[in-house]
């Protein structure tokens, strides 16, 4: 049972464009949800995190937007450069799950920014 | 990045023999994890430790153990290595009072 979810396995957008990446998920108990970004062969790098008191979170180019009652968030990257092409993981956790605490990771969307 | 170093970086091994994966990190963060990425499956967490000689299962623990015996070490081993565990292994570690984990650069294992 996949508890979060990246439906679009890929994408690819003009350099200077918004990218746009989706994410779901179906545990009403996560509370706290994080991007990573990874290029081949390194490992993941974190990107932002947002709270499930916020709806919003900025951090330069890099827009998350969380939609609770949907169960959804969505990571902006604006403007989109080439160096932003790489695997984007959408990941969830439960901080009420004190002492347990792990992350649920989606199957990742590869970004691919056309010159 | 918390200081972790993962080795070996590259391994290939025969069925059925066993494989231990380290991790070693140098920030003294509380909390460990393995995880493993294949296509299609994201990353998905095999063993994690909540500190020394405390450790639990992941979603895809079949197989692998773990030994946490000091802060800074993570083994994860494969008793009796299989094709199905060819994959990459990304350990991965986290302060106490943070909710952001941290990531080394992978151990890519090869079972033939």
């Known amino acids: 049972d996949q508890q979060v979810k990246q439906n679009s396995p890929s994408l690819s957008v003009q350099e200077g464009r918004i990218s746009i990446l989706n994410c779901d998920y179906t545990?009403?108990?996560?509370?706290?949800f994080l991007w990573y970004k990874k290029y081949p062969a390194e490992g993941p790098t974190f990107l932002i995190s947002i709270s499930s008191i916020k709806d919003k979170n900025e951090d330069g180019r890099f827009t998350v937007f969380l939609n609770k009652s949907a169960k959804h968030l969505s990571l902006h990257i604006v403007p989109s450069q080439p160096g932003d092409s790489a695997v984007y993981f959408c990941?969830?956790?439960?901080?009420?799950?004190?002492?347990?605490?792990?992350?649920?990771f989606g199957t990742g969307t590869r970004l691919t920014i056309i010159p | 990045d918390a200081g972790i170093t993962q080795s070996p970086r590259h391994k290939v091994t025969e069925t059925g023999t066993p494989v231990t994966l380290r991790c070693h990190q140098t920030?003294?963060?509380?909390?460990m994890y393995w995880y493993r990425q294949d296509p299609g499956h994201g990353l998905r967490l095999i063993h994690y430790?909540?500190?020394?000689?405390?450790?639990d299962k992941g979603e895809v623990s079949d197989g692998y153990s773990v030994s946490r015996s000091k802060t800074e070490d993570f083994l994860l081993t494969l008793e009796s290595a299989t094709s199905s565990q060819t994959s990459v292994y990304f350990c991965a570690t986290r302060h106490l009072s943070g909710n952001t984990i941290y990531f080394g650069e992978g151990s890519w294992l090869t079972v033939v």
């Open positions: 545990n009403s108990m996560f509370d706290y």
């Open positions: 990941a969830a956790g439960s901080v009420s799950n004190f002492g347990n605490e792990k992350l649920t």
């Open positions: 920030e003294n963060h509380r909390y």
């Open positions: 430790s909540y500190g020394v000689k405390d450790t």
